[in-house]
Structure formats: C-alpha cells, structure tokens
C-alpha cells in the first residue's frame, strides 16, 4: 500500500512565534512539504495558539484546500474555526491546557462523547471527514465508530516511548490488532506521535494504515538537513 505523509508543521509556528517575528512562515513550510512529497499538511490549532493562529489556518485552508488536516480539541473555540475555514479533514484530540505535547488518545466519556457526536455532524454536514485520536484500543475503535468519526488516528506514543525491544513489539501488535479492527468496521486509519526516522518502519509494515502524521522528527531533522531533505527522507521510508 501507498502510505501517505501528513506532516505536522506546528513547530515552525512555534520558533516563528519564539521571536514574535512573521517567519519562518507556516505557510511557506506547507508549500515546501508538500513540493517534496508531503501528501497532507496537519497543524494543531490550540485554545492558546500557542503555535499555529486562525490566521494561519485561515491562509492554510485558502491555499492548499484538499490539504489541510486540522488536529483540534472538541470545542465550541474549534468547531467555530472549522466550521469558517473548513480544512481538508479534522483530528479531533484531548487537549490540556499546558501540555508539552497531546499526550494520548481521547477519553470517551459520556459528555465527550456527546460533544464529539454533536461536531462531527456539524462537520458532515459541511463535507469536512472527522478522524478521532485514540489509543490503540478495541472498546475505543467501537465508540469512534458509533460516533460516526469517518477515520481514527492511533495513537503511537507508547510504541516510540517503549524502554525495550520487547515492549516495542508488544505496542505493535496492538497497533496492528486496532488497525485490523479499525478498517472492519468501515474506517480510515492514521497513526501518529512520536514517530521519526528510526521507528517508523514497524509501524508502515502493519498493514491497512493509510497515513502516518508526523511533525517533530521532520521538523527538527530539516534544520540540519534542509525542509524538502527531511520530508523527503521520510517519504521514502514509508
Ligand atoms: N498526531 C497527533 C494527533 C498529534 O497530536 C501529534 C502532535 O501534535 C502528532 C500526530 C505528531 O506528533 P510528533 O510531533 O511527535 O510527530
């Protein structure tokens, strides 16, 4: 299977915004990503903007349409956002005020549930696809569904923070077990965080993954090796 690239480009936001200066330009890096292969564009739009703005999503989903992957939080903040600059597709996940990072997938809860169910039918209704981030896990896969999420994105943080070689590979056979489960019952799959040069080839041998999203890996090898080098690299590896 062709394995498709969606690259994170939030952390050009975040050095852009480091200086308070107008580059480097989240837009030019998405221009340059998907010149070098990049087959989608995923920015993280927080509460804070801490990194990528509406401004920027506005631009973003202007000029790249068909492109754009916008990761989000299950918010009336978001879907307002979403629902304006309608990207590509979106990846609703957990948000905590002051994380480093999303941590893990979604905590289906009845009131998340609820709220997730009542923004994808928004966002149906205005043809954006909604995949939810999830851990790698069967009861999860099941709620997505029911929600009516078109995709899941699978959560790869525990595979690349494994301590040992034995707990890497367990990680992957849960991963490969979700994804088998995940396409079963009707839907895309991704996978994503945490991923980078090194342990990536586990995860595009499983089979039925459609799409790795992967950000910091890419990001921070382009600074030493160049933007289109990086995505690239990465491409090929996949
Ligand atoms: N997928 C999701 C849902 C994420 O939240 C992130 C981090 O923003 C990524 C993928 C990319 O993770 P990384 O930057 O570790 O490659």
């Known amino acids: 299977m062709n394995l498709k690239l969606g690259v994170n480009i939030d952390h050009i936001a975040t050095l852009r915004n480091a200086r308070k200066a107008a580059y480097p330009d989240p837009v030019d890096a998405a ?17 804070d903007e801490r990194h990528i703005t509406q401004k920027d999503i506005a631009q973003l989903c202007k000029l790249f349409p068909k492109k754009i ?6 918010t009336d903040f978001a879907e ?41 039918e928004k966002l149906h209704k205005k043809h954006i696809l909604v995949s939810l981030f999830v851990d790698p896990v069967a009861a999860d896969l099941r709620t997505a569904v029911r929600l009516g999420a078109d995709m899941v994105e699978l959560c790869t943080r525990q595979y690349s923070e494994a301590k040992t070689p034995k707990q890497a590979q367990k990680c992957v056979q849960e991963l490969a077990l979700s994804a088998l489960l995940a396409q079963e019952l009707g839907m895309q799959v991704h996978a994503g965080h945490g991923l980078d040069y090194h342990n990536v080839l586990a995860i595009a041998d499983i089979g039925g993954i459609s799409c790795m999203n992967i950000g910091f890996a890419i990001i921070t090898r382009s600074l030493f090796a160049g933007l289109p080098s990086a995505v690239e690299e990465m491409k090929n590896l996949l």
């Open 69 to 74: 992957h916008l990761e989000c939080a299950a």
């Open 80 to 120: 307002k956002i979403v629902l304006k600059y309608k990207p590509y597709s979106v990846c609703i996940v957990p948000e905590v005020p002051g994380e480093v990072t999303t941590t893990g997938g979604l905590k289906f809860t009845p009131a998340v549930q609820k709220r997730i169910f009542s923004m994808i």
């Open 31 to 47: 221009a340059v990503c998907l010149a070098s292969g990049a087959n989608f564009i995923v920015a993280h739009l927080r509460k």
